[in-house]
């Protein structure tokens, strides 16, 4: 569950242009000729998020652009027809830069979904680790961790994944110098300043506090991820294992 393995948050593996923007306006790198990278200023905050939803929004009815898709404080565009040359790529970053600098932070309204999670035993083998990590106590990381309600800032890493804003960074934790290779679905992490659930079983390098039997992803619905960006998550505290 490595936030960093989603597209929209890959930096650009092919040549990015040779027009950079101050890094206050934001950058842009090529994703190889399919698709660009925009990544807002600033640090990673809800307000900035809301405006990648509004650019995503206005991008995607642009008829070069084939999918907007937002990532944390990102938004990489697949190219329905890629630009021909470089006069046109400048002319395609121009109109991202000021798309994003008319953007309007755009507040979804989508919905609250209750998580029920058993926190620490087997379904959380981690938590030991945060508790060395934060000096604090079992009962303190799991009160602060069920207190916030958690904003779906976007989907990505693997299909039904969400990435939450909003973590106390009280109980903000380094991510694992050595991955897990599996840990299975919804088991619930921390990793760094971010907390998320796994959609799915797969490698991850969070540390896992406790699980819940949420489905988030079905591919017999639609549509097939139980989140959408704009949802609200809140942690239920269904018991503590120590």
Same mark, same amino acid.
Request: charged letters at 20%; proline letters at 10%.
């Given at each position: 569950m490595n936030p960093q393995a989603t597209a929209p948050k890959t930096r650009a593996t092919g040549k990015a242009s040779s027009a950079q923007p101050a890094p206050?306006?934001?950058?842009?790198?090529? @994703?190889?000729?399919?698709? @660009? @990278?925009? %990544?807002?200023?600033?640090?990673?905050?809800?307000?900035? /998020?809301?405006?990648i939803w509004a650019l995503a929004r206005e991008a995607q009815d642009w008829p %070069?652009?084939? %999918?907007?898709?937002?990532?944390?404080?990102?938004?990489? =565009?697949?190219?329905?027809?890629?630009?021909?040359?470089?006069?046109a790529l400048a002319a395609l970053e121009t109109r991202v830069h000021a798309a994003w600098d008319?953007?309007?932070?755009?507040?979804? /309204?989508?919905?609250?979904? %209750?998580l029920p999670v058993v926190y620490g035993g087997e379904g959380?083998?981690?938590m030991a680790d945060v508790v060395s990590y934060t000096g604090l106590s079992v009962e303190e990381i799991v009160e602060l961790h069920s207190a916030p309600t958690y904003p779906v800032y976007a989907l990505g890493s693997h299909p039904g994944y969400c990435y939450l804003g909003g973590m106390d960074p009280r109980i903000a934790t380094p991510r694992r110098k050595v991955p897990v290779l599996s840990i299975p679905g919804g088991a619930v992490s921390i990793g760094g300043a971010q907390t998320g659930v796994s959609a799915s079983a797969g490698p991850s390098g969070w540390n896992?506090?406790?699980?819940?039997?949420?489905?988030?992803?079905?591919?017999? /619905?639609?549509?097939?991820? @139980? =989140? /959408?960006?704009?949802?609200?998550?809140?942690?239920r505290v269904e018991g503590i294992i120590r």
């Open positions: 206050s306006a934001g950058t842009i790198s090529l @994703l190889g000729t399919t698709a @660009l @990278l925009f %990544e807002a200023p600033g640090d990673m905050a809800l307000a900035s /998020q809301q405006r %070069e652009v084939r %999918e907007a898709v937002p990532g944390m404080n990102n938004l990489m =565009l697949t190219f329905e027809r890629p630009p021909r040359d470089a006069k008319a953007a309007v932070a755009l507040p979804l /309204q989508g919905r609250v979904v %209750e959380g083998p981690h896992t506090i406790g699980s819940t039997s949420m489905c988030f992803f079905d591919p017999a /619905q639609d549509p097939p991820a @139980l =989140l /959408q960006p704009g949802d609200m998550i809140r942690f």
